[in-house]
T-cell receptor, first 113, second 115 residues
């Protein structure tokens, strides 16, 4: 089964409220990526985190990679209707000599105007 | 957007029939993936390829086969479609698999309905 779990599965927020989604892995990750999928669209890459404890910001989005490199979070400050979509984390999973990208279950964000 | 095209975009097929979905890329990326997306399950990896004629299974490979005879094309075949394979299928490509400083680019998706 999937090795990368995300919570919550769904989140409804009032526009202007903050939102956080969490990603947890059963194993240490060399890196973690975050993607956003708009309704009816395809996943689009947002960012990649590599270092233990790393924090990166993109405007109102803050991404963190845990010290043990087993968990990550995405925090959105003051949500807007344009933030609606499903947010996925993704981590590498080794298979033989190759690494494949394994996605979390995703968090679907609804923003109420 | 990366040069990645999925065809068909929509398909309705009958149970028991074979179905082939095509992913075509113009980026010359080494890695290609097929995922299925279902409510509550996120994106689950079906098969992936790390080079021409080099493929491996993902976590939900039963009932699916793949082929990659050229760098630019990755085909997903449902040998005998079942209703449980009704889903949205995404192809993705990346230059270096899951290594650092790489990202996956997704196609627009194929909505498959098996009736």
């Amino acid at each position: 089964g999937q090795q990368v779990m995300q919570i919550p599965q769904y989140q409804h927020v009032q526009e202007g409220e903050d939102f956080t989604t969490y990603c947890n892995s059963s194993t240490t990750l060399s890196n973690i990526q975050w993607y956003k999928q708009r309704p009816g669209g395809h996943p689009v890459f947002l960012i990649q985190l590599v270092k233990s404890g790393e924090v990166k910001k993109q405007k109102r989005l803050t991404f963190q990679f845990g010290e043990a490199k087993k968990n990550s979070s995405l925090h959105i400050t003051a949500t807007q209707t344009t933030d609606v979509g499903t947010y996925f984390c993704a981590g590498p999973r080794r298979s033989g000599g190759y690494q494949k990208v394994t996605f979390g279950t995703g968090t679907k964000l609804q923003v109420i105007p | 957007d990366a040069g990645i095209t999925q065809s068909p975009r929509h398909k309705v097929t009958e149970t028991g029939t074979p179905v082939t979905l095509r992913c075509h890329q113009t980026e010359n990326h080494r890695y290609m993936y097929w995922y299925r997306q279902d409510p509550g399950h996120g994106l689950r990896l079906i098969h992936y390829s790390y080079g021409v004629k080099d493929t491996d299974k993902g976590e939900v490979s039963d009932g699916y086969s793949v082929s990659r005879s050229k760098t630019e094309d990755f085909l997903l075949t449902l040998e005998s479609a079942t209703s449980s394979q009704t889903s949205v299928y995404f192809c993705a490509i990346s230059p270096q698999g899951a290594r650092v400083n790489t990202e996956a680019f997704f196609g627009q998706g194929t909505r498959l309905t098996v009736v």
